[in-house]
């Protein structure tokens, strides 16, 4: 499965928001050594005081950059994403099983691409997948905690061809 430029990672909650435990910045005037210890606790991310102490979570750090907010990973725009294909569900007692996913883009396979509707905007009855969409098989194990389904190796199929 094909990854784009987009990239993961741990967002984190401004400094002295409501996720942060340390409260507010202290006056570096008048309490410097108090600012001292704060200020190594919250560091300079893009312009902003970050709490390395108040994690939001897994982020596409691009599309955070971009709007200005926490964007969670699931929710990126441009990387594509791997769900199992409509009706498939894999049996969860079986550790390596193959299960057929659609890879494509998130407004494609939740249905929101110009591909399921006609001119009038009216949806096209039927249509199950768009062009955008394309068919692969990945296995039980690469299963994400959203559902998705990642690129990692497969366990199984690694140790065999060692």
Known sequence: ??????????????????????????????????????????????????????????????????????????????????RPKNGIVPNPDTEHQQVTVWVGPRDCLERDCEDYFTDDGDEIPGKDRCSHIREEQACSCQRDEDGEYGNTPCTATTATAA
């Open 1 to 82: 499965m094909a990854e784009t430029t987009h990239e993961h990672g741990t967002y984190y909650w401004e400094a002295g928001a409501d996720n942060c435990p340390h409260g507010p910045r202290p006056d570096p005037d008048t309490d410097g050594d108090a600012y001292d210890v704060w200020s190594n606790q919250h560091p300079l991310s893009d312009e902003v005081r970050i709490c390395l102490d108040a994690p939001a979570g897994k982020a596409c750090l691009d599309c955070s950059a971009e709007d200005g907010e926490y964007v969670p990973w699931g929710a990126c725009r441009t990387r594509e994403h791997a």
